[in-house]
């Protein structure tokens, strides 16, 4: 691991424990067990707090998207962040830092820096000409590397700024990653290494497994933009701040309209090319999935031209998507409530763009608001039930209404409102699937244990289809990791758990792993069509029992015992004890 400190501008290299890279691997767990070292309670936008920008022993080597994680305790939040980016940056990454793993990054610099990286070491650069420049401008600045920087959102302290590369087409999105970045006054982390080489008998075996995967040709076909057209037809797209779920103009800001307006794909002689590359009047974008959800029919607009604009918006200044449209439809809402003094209507791009800018800049009073995310803003000004939340995070591409399980999977995901975690929803939308509370739980964990281990390997979670036979042992056997399936198996669950003691020690506990209350009430198109908050108790207690926790969501001693982490938690984590009292437990989301 290079650990750098931004205060001191010491930077020295280390070994990571070899226990820790057998229980954790790298990426996702080795990230989350040295988040785990930090104090009890750091603040997220303090210099104690710890950013680090990890890899996995496959990145640069599968097929697929390339991937790093940035892993911090979330300012939207306060939970555990790990947030995942692709594009070039992983891969030269990789090939910058030599035998480390990651970077490790605490402290705050007194001036903007930036950290190179080049042939396995780390140098702190003044910055200042950058600092106030956008996500594109300042990759541009660096022709001859990879680039993971902020945008002014980041600078202004917008807790969901992201940290982009590739001009602002890749982000590592949501919860903050980036606000952490610019409290440390770290403009960019710059790669010069070229991307690793080998492999060779293996990626050319499961790339051609992965083209030929049923989620290689969608993404082949349609990348993740057919996401809108798939939620609309399952009855499952939030639209117009969660008020229903289906959008009459899904035709055009689906995937079809995308196919007419792009100019081309972003790995064109690529056997799976990315994503559709789009032309606005600032330059070019990569619209990913949650753009048109998020900024079309959850804004009520259907122009894919003008979801993509705002897309690009969001992009160069770097800032999330998903937050940033729930921002402003929860504005939209509260608005026709009379909450806030603003006339704001759905279907108008130019309000939006508008707002989002004031946000990004916290220039006016409800772009302060909202720039601390929709919890915040409704804590200031009421409308707590306007937008869903978990955690402090807004949901984002799928509506549970039309998905129950779905429900579950947001309500537990270790980072707030996540669809990532677990999409039970792409069969339960769409198939009467009969599952009892039980099944639906152990469908819920099972899917989070396996998208662990995919985020520490790190693998794309794409690839889960081709690697879920030995869940990647193949690929780990020829880094030199000699675990069986089985032993994955529990490494993710492993993992799980870790961060689960994470979360539970900054505050968090059942009455954190909630139904929000918008999704109790039903639709304008279906008023009856509320989930039931009882019933919802009900599979949680399911949830908690197939994990090994208690009623209060406390991992117990036996599973500590059987994961070989009993002696892990410190005097500041809660674990099961016996009684099942759980309380109401303060969660500490500000800094």
Known sequence: MLRVDLSTGRVESERIPEAWLERYI????????????????IPPKSPENVLLFMLGPLTGYTPGEQRYAAITKSPLTGAFLDSYSGGSFPGRLAGSLGTHLGIHVTGAAEEPVVLSIDDGEATIEPAAELWGIDAETTCERFPDAAVACIGPAGEHGVQ???????????HAGRGGAGTVMGSKNLKAVVAYGSSPDGFADLRERYGERFAESGAGRWLTASDTLETVDFADEAGVLPTRGWQERSFEGTDGIGIESARETASGREREDDPVPGGFRVEDDAGESVPRGATPIALGAGLG????????????????????????????????RASDRGLIDRDLSFGDEAVARGLIEEIASRSTPLGDALADGVSRAAERFGGDDLIPTVKGMELSSYDPRGAETMALAYATSDRGGCHRRARPVEIEAITDTGWSPERQAAVVADEQDRRAILWSLIADDFLEEVLRGDAGAEWLAAAGYELSSEQLAETGERIWTLVRLFNLREGFGRDDDELPATLAAGTDGDPEGGLDPAAFQTLLNHYYEYRGWDRCGRPTTALLGRLDIESLPDRETPVADGTDTCGSQETQTHD
Request: a negative charge; hydrophobic letters at 50%; one cysteine or more.
């Open 26 to 41: 790298g990426g996702k767990g080795i990230g989350a067990r040295y988040l785990y070292e930090m104090a009890h309670g």
């Open 160 to 170: 969901y700024a992201t940290i982009a590369s590739d001009s602002g087409d890749h």
């Open 301 to 332: 607009i259907d122009d894919f031209d003008a979801v993509a604009a705002l897309g690009a918006v969001c992009d160069r200044l770097a800032m999330d998507v998903i937050t940033a449209g729930n921002a402003v439809a929860w504005a939209v």
